[in-house]
């Protein structure tokens, strides 16, 4: 998921507000990049998941319905609505990609502090 958000990054060169849409698809790749080896805090994707989530939904505000259909007939710039509409969907999949990993954070968080915690634990307990 990291490479594919890397090429999302990639593709916004052209875009009419390609610096804040890159950024967060570097973002996104970065932090998918990082969770593969690691532990993230679930915070961290989830905080890019929410910003993610709310900027579709200003954009989705802009688009009107009859665009939807339109979004995916051809890849080439047709309208700024269609480009906004793929924006949102870019976002969305971004917000629910950040959930995902939220949710492993957390969990994977929680587990490297609970072993962490019963290792301490173990090194104070006296031996009966």
Known sequence: MG??????ASVQYNDPDPIQLALIYVATA??????????LPWWLPAGTGVIAILWALVIA????????????????????????????LGLVIIGAWMGVLSRSGRWRYGRALQAVGETSYQHHVRPE
Do not use: P
């Open 61 to 88: 505000f802009r688009v009107e319905a009859s665009v939807l259909q339109q979004m995916f007939g051809e890849f080439g710039m047709a309208s700024l609505e269609i480009e906004e509409a793929r924006e949102a």
């Open 30 to 39: 970065v932090q998918s990049l990082v969770a593969s080896r690691r532990a």
């Open 3 to 8: 490479m594919l958000f890397l090429f999302g």
